[in-house]
Nanobody
């Protein structure tokens, strides 16, 4: 079992940067790949970024490549999402999620542990 708690969301201006954090409890954190997903009002939850259990592999949605960076610190049981050049008129809730031990997937249905989400609102 993994419990996840996101933080770092808030109101920012277009073009700003923001770093989200996801703190995990549970001793198996270092064996899980970790993903970030987001969901805008009235829309489906979408994949944003994924990092492998060791941190050596990452994968991004095309829409965030070059602007977002996912990283993790297994000693702190935390995964991060550094976001730059944020776009106005968009207010999704960002969720971190874990799938299963040593599973590499961006499929939402294969992520079994989710945080409560943190909202990012970008004003113009």
């Amino acid at each position: 079992q993994v419990q996840l708690v996101e933080s770092g969301g808030g109101l920012v201006q277009a073009g700003d940067s923001l770093r989200l954090s996801c703190a995990a409890s549970g001793r198996a954190f270092s064996t899980y790949s970790m993903g970030w997903f987001r969901q805008a009002p009235g829309k489906e939850r979408d994949f944003v970024a994924l990092i492998s259990w060791s941190g050596s592999n990452v994968h991004y949605a095309d829409s965030v490549k070059g602007r977002f960076t996912i990283s993790r610190d297994n000693a702190k049981n935390t995964v991060y999402l550094q976001m730059t050049t944020l776009t106005a008129g968009y207010a999704p809730v960002y969720y971190c999620a874990a799938s299963s031990t040593r599973v590499w997937t961006i499929d939402l249905s294969e992520h079994y542990f989710w945080g409560q989400g943190t909202q990012v609102t970008v004003s113009s």
